[in-house]
């Protein structure tokens, strides 16, 4: 019913930037919580960053600084801008969804993720 779709990963140096979008599509009504996660090879999923509808952001502490969370809420869509990035940084980051989308029976909730998208930090 509702789909994520991320993109922007890949590899950059150390102390470089990358810009990851994801686009929530479908039968969506309206789309509450926004986040990032992001999961390191042998580590649990972690978050990055949150925002909400009304642009209250969150973020993990070892992040704060460096990169920063957005969204377009007429394109159901949520950005993360990530500077000085490091090679601890180096992982799939996971987009992540919630609110009510509409079903035949009525309004729904969801909780959706996206398939993910790799960022590597690395010379």
């Known amino acids: 019913q509702v789909q994520l779709v991320e993109s922007g990963g890949g590899l950059v140096q150390p102390g470089g930037s990358l810009r990851l979008s994801c686009v929530a599509s479908?039968?969506?009504?309206?789309?509450?919580?926004m986040g990032w996660y992001r999961q390191a090879p042998g580590k649990q999923r972690e978050l990055v960053a949150t925002?909400?509808?009304?642009?209250?952001?969150n973020y993990a502490d070892a992040v704060k600084g460096r990169f920063t969370i957005s969204r377009d809420n007429a394109k159901n869509t949520v950005y993360l801008q990530m500077n000085s990035l490091k090679p601890e940084d180096t992982a799939v980051y996971y987009c992540?969804?919630?609110?009510?989308?509409?079903?035949?029976?009525?309004?729904?909730?969801?909780?959706?993720w996206g398939q993910g998208t790799q960022v590597t930090v690395s010379s």
């Open positions: 992540n969804a919630g609110g009510l989308y509409r079903s035949s029976i009525g309004f729904k909730p969801f909780d959706t």
């Open positions: 479908g039968s969506i009504w309206r789309v509450n919580v």
């Open positions: 925002i909400t509808s009304g642009e209250t952001t």
